[in-house]
């Protein structure tokens, strides 16, 4: 617990689970006020989380998203983070990708940012202030096969980053993204469930990151938190990995990499 935010407002997407969740607890341990916005009202995800509201949203459609900034600002009065955490993944090869496909990732995980943003930053400058922190991906500068549309939206989140930290700056606000590597939510648990061995794929992915092991939720959204507050107050226009330096380790054929693996996998 702290006071780092306290008296701030606070919009997460996506916020009922995963990542999204652990930003929106950790960001209310800091004193914020938020308001989480999700496909369902989950109200009974309510239990237990002080200074979270849930209300109901869909960052595709702008009527909703009009909708759900009118009912926090009429709640809370002001907006002065806006976390753009909501995102969808496809798990398919170039020719199995349909053009539906495409549209949906593209309208989720990076229109979506797109139509927050331009939704929250009148009221951010009618304050003169804020941050806008996008949980982009390592799959914007890295790609795991069959994500060719999903790390395209994710670069496109690093580009719509650059772009909203030029433009915004001369009004006091900040914009900043996260890029996270392999975290342990639904969205990846499903991926992991796929194969038979469970317990291989999970000491082989923790054996990707030099620190030995994937990530959990609260691990992002301490970085949020970070770019989020004054203590990151001249930090803007960054894409931060979040990934146990997963995307700093060249890779080496497996037989020379056993020494280090090995090493990795030491109690
Ligand atoms: P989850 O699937 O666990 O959670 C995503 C949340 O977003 C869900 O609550 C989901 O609602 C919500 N959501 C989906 N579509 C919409 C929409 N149209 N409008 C509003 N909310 C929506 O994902 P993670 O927590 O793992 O991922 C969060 C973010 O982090 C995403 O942007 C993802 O791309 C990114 N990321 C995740 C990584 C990981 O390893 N987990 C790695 C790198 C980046 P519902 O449950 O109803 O579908």
């Known amino acids: ?9 606070a919009i997460v997407t996506g916020g009922n689970r995963g990542i999204g969740r652990a930003i929106a607890e950790r960001l209310a341990d800091e004193g914020a006020l938020v308001a989480v916005g ?5 109200r009974s995800a309510d239990c237990g989380a002080e200074g979270l509201t849930f209300m109901s949203l869909d960052v595709t459609k702008e009527v909703s998203i009009r909708t759900f900034i009118d009912e926090v600002l009429q709640k809370f009065g002001r907006i002065d983070v806006l976390v753009n955490n909501a995102g969808i993944v496809i798990h398919k090869c170039i020719d199995e990708q349909t053009a539906e496909d495409w549209d949906r990732l593209m309208a989720v995980n990076l229109r979506g940012p797109f139509l927050m943003a331009k939704h929250v930053v009148p009221e951010m400058r009618r304050i003169g202030l804020g941050t806008i922190v996008n949980i982009g991906s390592v799959e914007g500068y890295m790609v795991n ?27 006091g606000i900040r914009c900043n993204t996260v890029c996270p590597g392999w975290i342990d939510t639904e969205l990846n648990r ?3 469930e796929m194969h038979p061995d469970r317990s291989l794929i999970e000491r082989e992915l923790g054996q990707l ?5 994937i990530g959990a939720p609260k691990e992002i959204a301490n970085a949020v938190v970070w770019l989020a507050s004054e203590d990151s107050s001249f930090v803007s226009g960054e894409m931060i990995s979040v990934d146990g330096a997963r995307t700093k380790k060249i890779s ?3 037989i020379l990499d056993e020494e280090y693996r090995a090493k990795l996998t030491k109690p």
């Open 145 to 171: 096969p069959w994500h060719t549309a999903y790390a395209a939206t994710k670069s496109g989140v690093h580009g719509l980053t650059l772009g909203l930290a030029v433009d915004l700056g001369p009004d």
């Open 209 to 213: 990151h030099p620190v030995g092991r």
């Open 190 to 192: 499903a991926y992991v």
């Open 38 to 42: 999700d496909l369902r009202d989950d």
């Open 1 to 9: 617990m702290g006071n780092r935010l306290s008296g701030k407002v």
């Open 252 to 254: 080496l054929p497996a």
